[in-house]
């Protein structure tokens, strides 16, 4: 069988793929895909017990491995190793700082992060885990916690994965791919059963990552839908809605790096500054600019308090929902964006690449959270309320909910499910390039239809997954997909440092 590339060249398609990987990864995708349809009316209640199994056997994990991961690259960027340049001393950057962080912010976190804005901050100040509900207390800990889950640790994760794969290919000559992070550990052996069974895992963790923040983004998008259009808010029109915008993003991934994902980005990070403009200017200006200097420096203040908490005191479970899930989450998406980062970052030294990846995307997740998440707490304190009300009732709505309070509540409304949906083009198109370099062994000129194959199997596995048991089901996807990620990366940390250390000795020049 032979496929036309992009190119128009003719590549033979067992020769595009690393079969090793292509194929068991499709299995076990294509098989939970087939069994979570087949058992559909009991796979929800295996999810529920996967999730609370992970949960309380391995949430400090989590904990430990975030905190570790962030110190750890905190102290790379401030190192004797923070002038080398990815690629070599005269390597340059493929892509303007703008774009840069535009396609770090929309390929990580930009779906989700832009619905969540108000329902995780309300939600937390109206069920908080410690402390009393509803009050100014209440409403300073949600902002802490949201910061947390959106910030620095989750970053971290993703800068420490994305440094790993980008020195070993632009400093060490190796394949774009997750096996290569353990070179220094494992050398040859990298390129038989052990590495296959790492990209194998990295592909999977990446489907179930993706496929999570795929779910999650699409039922606000159907919130959205329903306000505007009347369109009933259920698993069948998600399913459909998963199937128009997947074939959007097909269109996406044709295009290619530069003419695709690097278009959408920048417009989608355009829709999301005039969202931000839009709301200080109608809505509480001045409380919304103090509260965002406040509670950005409540955060930094509190940080490791709040990021080494563990509720162990109190007996409960609110972090199984909440704080473990996010953390898996971002272990999970780790070699998708991860991969992608490394593969936009040639020509940043170690110093730049940290500071951006870190302060870059932290600040615009602060600056969101704070905007949309701080005038929802004035309605709640000083003006009519409901916010928590419609946020219990239906966690997708907590964004529609504020902006119907404010001017031009229809056009808002459809400028966000709008930018929702570019928002889950690029997420889509930028899994794809990653999942088909992973399979490929790091091959740039693959044929599009792999790309196309992709990019459908991630539409699937979203809608059983929504299918398959809602929001239970998504966050079971990313728990139990990020456990074997997250002692991955650990065990990085010493690989990228020991490689590291060698480079220095070996390059005494400056690499500024």
């Given at each position: 069988?032979?496929?036309?590339?992009?190119?128009?060249?003719?590549?033979?398609?067992?020769?595009?793929?690393?079969?090793?990987?292509?194929?068991?990864?499709?299995?076990?995708?294509?098989?939970?895909?087939?069994?979570?349809?087949?058992?559909?009316?009991?796979?929800?209640?295996?999810?529920?017990?996967?999730?609370?199994?992970?949960?309380?056997?391995?949430?400090?994990?989590?904990?430990?491995?975030?905190n570790v991961i962030l110190i750890f690259c905190i102290y790379l960027g401030f190192s004797r190793y923070k002038t080398i340049r990815l690629g070599g001393k005269d390597a340059k950057p493929e892509f303007s700082t703008w774009a840069w962080l535009s396609m770090l912010f929309n390929a990580g976190i930009g779906l989700v992060l832009m619905f969540y804005a108000v329902a995780e901050p309300v939600s937390h100040f109206s069920n908080p885990p410690y402390g009393e509900a509803g009050t100014l207390t209440a409403a300073k800990n949600a902002l802490n916690l949201s910061y947390l889950h959106w910030g620095l640790h989750g970053w971290g994760v993703y800068a420490l994965m994305g440094l790993a794969i980008a020195f070993f290919k632009y400093n060490k000559g190796l394949p774009l791919g997750v096996r290569w992070i353990l070179y220094p550990l494992l050398g040859d052996r990298l390129k038989g059963p052990i590495g296959h069974f790492i990209d194998t895992m990295a592909v999977v963790a990446t489907m179930f990552g993706l496929a999570t923040t795929l779910g999650l983004g699409i039922q606000h998008i159907n919130s959205g839908m329903e306000y505007l259009f009347n369109i009933p808010i259920s698993a069948n029109v998600q399913v459909i809605l998963i199937g128009i915008i997947t074939i959007c993003a097909t269109a996406s991934v044709v295009s290619g790096l530069h003419n695709g994902i690097q278009v959408l980005s920048k417009i989608a990070s355009i829709m999301a500054i005039t969202l931000m403009a839009f709301m200080v200017i109608v809505g509480p200006t001045l409380f919304i600019l103090g509260s965002t200097v406040q509670s950005t420096g409540s955060y930094i203040q509190s940080l490791i308090g709040t990021a080494t908490w563990m509720e162990v005191y109190r007996g409960t479970h609110w972090m199984d929902s909440w704080t473990f899930f996010y953390w898996a989450w971002w272990f999970a998406w780790a070699p998708f964006v991860g991969l992608f980062i490394a593969r936009i970052s040639r020509g940043r030294t170690i110093r730049e690449f940290m500071m951006g990846v870190l302060l870059g995307p932290t600040a615009a997740s602060i600056v969101w959270i704070s905007i949309f998440g701080n005038t929802a707490f004035y309605v709640e304190l000083f003006g009519p309320g409901g916010i928590s009300e419609a946020v219990q009732e239906n966690i997708n709505t907590g964004l529609y909910s504020l902006l119907e309070l404010y001017p031009l509540p229809y056009l808002s409304i459809f400028f966000v499910v709008l930018a929702g949906v570019i928002f889950f083009v690029t997420s889509s198109d930028s899994?794809?390039?990653?999942?088909?370099?992973?399979?490929?062994?790091?091959?740039?000129?693959?044929p599009v239809k792999l790309r196309i194959f992709w990019a459908l199997i991630e539409g699937a596995v979203a809608s059983v997954l929504v299918l398959g048991g809602g929001l239970i089901a998504l966050q079971t996807g990313s728990l139990v997909t990020g456990l074997p990620v997250c002692v991955l990366m650990l065990v990085v940390c010493y690989s990228i440092l020991k490689a590291l250390k060698k480079y220095k000795a070996e390059n005494k020049e400056s690499h500024e």
């Open positions: 069988m032979v496929i036309k590339d992009s190119k128009s060249t003719q590549v033979p398609f067992l020769k595009s793929i690393q079969p090793w990987v292509f194929f068991p990864s499709a299995g076990l995708i294509v098989l939970f895909v087939t069994l979570t349809l087949i058992f559909q009316e009991s796979v929800g209640d295996l999810f529920e017990s996967a999730q609370s199994y992970i949960s309380t056997r391995f949430g400090w994990l989590y904990v430990l491995a975030v899994g794809s390039l990653v999942i088909d370099f992973i399979t490929s062994g790091g091959r740039d000129d693959t």
